[in-house]
């Protein structure tokens, strides 16, 4: 069973601390991608990822940074966190599938609260 | 600038009825529009997708309208189902470009009551 894995599904970090959110795919897809998502605000991008080492800015990069440095793993970065970074923090990839289609497949989400 | 509006932002259904979610959207370089069903605590899941060449396409008890002139498209859930209670986001992409980037509605949260 294909899958996206987050490495943590709840996560409390204190203001100005750097965290690390860490997603791994078994799907050798090429996209990877990093939501934030928050009541009433849908789905937003903060970054995603076309290829190994290279990575484009979404719509709320701010306060965010992203790595990858293999296929297979895409990492978040806060680079210190804040009270408003808390919320759940889904990681997708995406890439042709068997059914033919390019949607994506997301992870079960990281609960990050910054206290 | 919102580029697929979701509607409506909730929905109550009895068990057996039809579930109706509408989305448009505006850019016409659009060439993939997916349907996420997100249940609590999870992450969406895709449910079922249409590429413009079509106008409609059924799984199951799920299917999605696709009505290109007017840039919308629609997800009908028959016979809805208490499991069915969940989220529901449509998406658009462009399937060439982008990274397949899909830009998301703002969501449908939909209860079918027994």
């Known amino acids: 069973d294909v899958k996206v894995t987050q490495s943590s599904r709840y996560l409390v970090k204190r203001t100005g601390e750097k965290v690390f959110l860490e997603c791994v795919q078994d799907m050798d897809h090429e996209n990877m991608f990093w939501y934030r998502q928050d009541p009433g605000l849908g789905l937003r991008l903060i970054y995603f990822s076309y290829d190994v080492k290279m990575k484009e800015k979404g719509d709320i990069p701010e306060g965010y940074s992203v790595s990858r440095e293999k296929k297979e793993r895409f990492s978040l970065i806060l680079e210190s966190a804040s009270t408003n970074q808390t919320s759940m923090y889904l990681c997708?990839?995406?890439?042709?599938?068997?059914?033919?289609?390019?949607?994506?497949?997301f992870g079960s989400g990281t609960r990050l609260t910054v206290v | 600038q919102q580029q697929v509006k979701q509607s409506p932002q909730s929905l109550i259904v009895q068990k057996g009825g039809i579930s109706i979610i509408n989305c448009a959207y505006e850019n016409t370089a659009f060439d993939y529009f997916p349907w996420y069903q997100q249940f609590p605590g999870k992450g969406p899941a895709l449910l079922i997708a249409i590429r413009p060449d079509v106008s409609e396409k059924k799984e199951g008890r799920f299917t999605i309208s696709f009505n290109k002139s007017a840039k919308q498209f629609s997800l009908h859930i028959m016979d809805s189902q208490p499991g069915d209670s969940a989220t529901y986001f449509c998406a658009a992409s462009s399937f060439s470009t982008n990274a397949g980037k899909s830009t998301f509605g703002d969501g449908t949260t939909l209860t079918v009551k027994p």
């Open positions: 997708a990839s995406s890439g042709p599938s068997v059914r033919g289609s390019y949607g994506y497949t």
